[in-house]
């Protein structure tokens, strides 16, 4: 081949490589109460649900019940999601059994789902309730001992950040993220003393400038609730690490 020739095809070849679309930024999707899109939030049917469209993690939300249990379980109150009333916390395991949620389902304790998910997925823990650290890391710790579950299976999050000190005194590896849905940067000083490995921001405080600070802080950014292809569009623009969706299947396929 002779010179010109060869210049020209570099030069086709370097121009094809500059228009050429970048490839879309990685999402990390995280099955939100399971699929939640699908089936009744936070069951066992929408864990397998998120299960079965691909998940690489689930995620839950716990709280510690009257009799000493954790249950997954969204609301302070079971009014608007059970045929029951009053607060989730003020009930005994017979009488969370005894409540009945859209679909036929019924509440799950947290060792119910690590058994139903059975490592297929990593799992994180939400602590919703009060008093939630302590018996998660216990649990967590029994089934990681015992079920072939590691210590990377697992994350705990929560908007209470005094559970979440009360993680890491208890497990100095465990990772953590911190919950919030106020402006994602006034969380940074909270993962810092945490030794957290991400901030979960609310999807409308983000924007590419504060997952940039979050980044160069030593953060990853896993945004919360974000559903529509615009805004998982949006979200992959700024560059956050993940999110947490109702329907899966949406970001898996953008
Ligand atoms: O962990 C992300 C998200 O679940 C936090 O909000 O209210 O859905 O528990 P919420
Ligand atoms: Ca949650």
Known sequence: MNIKRLLTLLTALIMSACTQTPKPQELFVIGHRGAMGYETENTLASVEKAVELGVPMIEIDVFKIASGELVVFHDDLVDKLTDGSGPIEELTLEQVKALTLEGNHQIP??????????????????????????????????????????????????????????????????????????????????????????????????????????????????????????????????????????????????
């Not at 059975?118 to 649990?139: C, F, M, P, Y």
């Not at 400038?209 to 160069?216: G, P």
Request: glycine share 4%.
């Open 109 to 254: 304790t947290l060792e119910e789902v690590l058994d139903a998910l059975d490592k297929r997925t990593a799992l994180n823990i939400e602590l919703k309730g009060a008093n939630t650290a302590g018996d998660s890391v216990r649990i967590v710790r029994q089934y990681i001992s015992e079920k072939g579950y590691t210590e990377q299976d697992f994350v705990f999050s929560s908007f209470r950040w005094p559970e979440l000190y009360r993680v890491r005194e208890l497990a100095p590896d465990f990772d953590i993220a911190v919950l919030t849905g106020e402006d994602p940067l006034d969380a940074i000083k909270t993962a810092k003393a945490l030794k957290a490995v991400a901030i979960n921001p609310w999807y409308k405080r983000v924007t590419a400038e504060n997952v940039a600070a979050i980044h160069e802080a030593g953060f990853k950014v896993f945004t919360y609730t974000v559903n529509e292809a615009e805004d998982i569009a949006l979200m992959r623009s700024y560059k956050v690490d993940g999110i947490f969706c109702n329907y899966p299947d949406r970001a898996l396929a953008q």
